[in-house]
C-alpha cells in the first residue's frame, strides 16, 4: 500500500515528461526531419489520432461500437471551413452560392463570422449532436449492435443531407479552404500549415490528458464495469445512460475538433468525411493499436495511416486488402492490439534480464484460458 | 405495521401467461434474517428481480420503508433507496481490482459528476479496507477480480453489497458451489450481517439453512406455501410433498 503511494506521483511524472518529450519531438524536431509534403501528412495523421482516442473512450472503455463517428468529424470540419469561407469584404457571399443563384447567406451560417464562435462550435456542436443521440438511445436501453447499426444509419442520413443541399452547403464538391485567408494568412501558405501542424501535436496532447483524466479514477472505473456489466452497475446504484451520453458527447466533441484540424490541413472538408468507410476505418486504427489503452488508439491511427500512404504510393490496388487482412490479423491473433503486443514483448524481455514483471502491469487475459472460458460462459 | 422494512401485496408477474409470482404476500421486519427456500422454479429469483425493479409486476405492489410503490423506479433508484442485490452466479467486474469493485459500490452520491470530481473520502476508504478484512481478501485487494476463485467472487460480491451499506440485502444462493468450509463460514457472516441490516437470503442447501435460519418461507409455483420455525417447516407434509424427489434432506 505505502510503496504504491509513494511510486504514483513518480510514475506520474514521468508520463508527463514522456508525453512531453515526444509532443516536443513530434512539433520542433520532426519539421526539421521531413519535407514539407509529408509533414503536412502526419498532421493530418494526428488529427485523425485525437477522432481515434474519442473511439477509444466510447468503443474501447465503455463498450459502445459506433460507426458514426464521421458525423461529428465533419460537423467539426464544416464549422471551421464556414468561418474561412467567410473572410471576405463586406456584402460579399463565398463564390459557390453564386452558382446556384443564392443571394443572402442562410441563416445558421451567421454565427459563423464570429471567429470565437467557430472555435467553441466546432466542439461544442458535435458534443451537443453526440450528446443528444446518445441521450435518446440509452434511456430507451438501446445497447450493442442495435447501437452500431443506429449510429452508422445517422451517419448515412448526414451525409445524405450534406450531400443533397448545394444552396445550403454547396453539396457533395464540399467547401475548399486553401485559398481562404484567417487573420490576413492564407491558409494553404507554408505558414499557415506549420502553424496548424504545432497546433495539432499541441491538441492531441490536450486530448490525451482529457482522456487520461476521465479514465484514471472513479469515472473511468465505471466506464469499464458499464463495458463489462451494465445491469449490475444499475443494481449498485448508478445510472449508467448519464455516464454513456457523457462519454459519447466527449467522443464526439474530440472527433468535432479532429475533423477541423483535418480540414484546415487537407484544404477541403466534403460529405466524404461522412462516407460508411471512413467511420469504419477509425473503429480498425483503434482495434489494431489495442482498444482500451489511450496510446493505442493514437498509435492505431498514425501506423495504420502511415501505411496506407506508403502503400498506396507504391502500389495503390493493394491498399483496401492490405487493411482487411490487418484488421483480420489483429482481431485474430492481437485481440489487444499492438500495445497489448508490445506489453507483452517488453515483459518477456524484462525476464529474461531476470526483472520479474511489474507488480502494476496488467495480468493478460489470454494466458489463463480456464478464466478466459468462465468470463465469456458468465451470463445476465 | 411500521417495523416492516419490506411488505409486498398481492405481487403477480406474468410471462406470456406464466405466472411465475402469483399472488405472493410476503413481508418481513427490521433487522430480520429470513430464508426463502423453494424447488427450482419456484420464483425465487423471480421475486428479487420484483423487488429490485428489474421485472415490473404484473399486479400487485411493493412496499419498501416509507416508499409505498416501487413501481416506478427504475433499479438505480431503487438501489439509491436502499435495497441491495447478489446475484445467483457472482456479478464482479471482473477487469477491476477487488479494491476498485468494492470502491464503486461504496462511493456516493453516485453521480457523474461526484465519479468525476470528488475523490475517495477517507472514510470510503476506511470502509472499503474494513470490509477486504471482513470478506478475507485483503492479500488479493489489488488483484483484479478475474483472477478470484469462485468462492472469492461470491464474497466478493458479498462485499460489494454491503459497501452499498443498504438497509435491506437480497442474496441469492451464496453458497452455490462453495465448500463445506467456505458455506460455515459465509453464513457466519451472514449472521454477523444480519447484527445491522435486514437480510433475505435464498437458499437450496439445507445444512446451511438451518446454520443461519431462525425463520423460514417457502415459495411454491410463485406463492408462499407456508411460514414458520425451521423445524415447524421441515415437520410440515405440504413442503415434504413439494420437495419430494427434489432435496430428500428436507424429510
Ligand atoms: N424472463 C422470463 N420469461 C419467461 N419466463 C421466465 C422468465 N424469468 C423466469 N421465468 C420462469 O419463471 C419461473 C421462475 O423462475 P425463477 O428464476 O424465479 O426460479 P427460482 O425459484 O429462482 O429457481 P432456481 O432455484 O432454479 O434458481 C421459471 O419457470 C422460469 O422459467
Ligand atoms: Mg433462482
Redesign the interface.
Known sequence: MSS?KSQQPQSFAIEVALVLAIAFFLAFILPLLLSDFRLKLVGRFLALAIAALGIDLIWGYTGLLSLGQGIFFALGGYGFAMHLKLQLPEGELPEFFTLYGVKTLPWFWQPFHSFPFTLISIWLIPMIVAGLLGYLVFRNRIRGVYFSILTQAMLVVFFNFFNGQQKLINGTNGLKTDTDTLFGVVMGSDTAQKFFYVLTVLVLVGAYGLCRW?TQ???G??L??IR??E??????????T??KT?VFAVSGALAGIAGALYTVQSGIVSPQYMEIALSIEMVIWVAVGGRGTLVGAILGALVVNLARSLLSEKFPEVWLFFQGALFLLVVTVLPQGLIGWLRKALDRVLRMWGYGPHATT??S?EE?LE?QHE?QN??H | MSNKILVTEDLTVNFDGFKALNQLNFSINVGELRVIIGPNGAGKTTFLDVITGKVKPTEGRITFKQHSNLRQLSEHQIAQLGIGRKFQTPRVYLNLTVRENLQLSCHRPKTVFSALLSPPSKAARQTVQGLLETIGLVLSADKPAQFLSHGEKQWLEIGMLVAQSPDLLLVDEPVAGLTDEETFQTGELLLSLAQSHSIIVIEHDMEFVRQIASHVTVLHQGSVLCEGSMESIQADPRVVEVYLGQTPEVA
Open positions: 504504491t476521465l479514477g472513479r469515472f472505473r465505471l469499464i464495469a463489462d456489466d445491469s449490475r452497475v444499475r443494481f449498485s446504484g448508478y445510472n449508467p448519464s455516464f457523457l496488467y495480468p487475459l489463463d478464466q468470463q458468465l451470463g
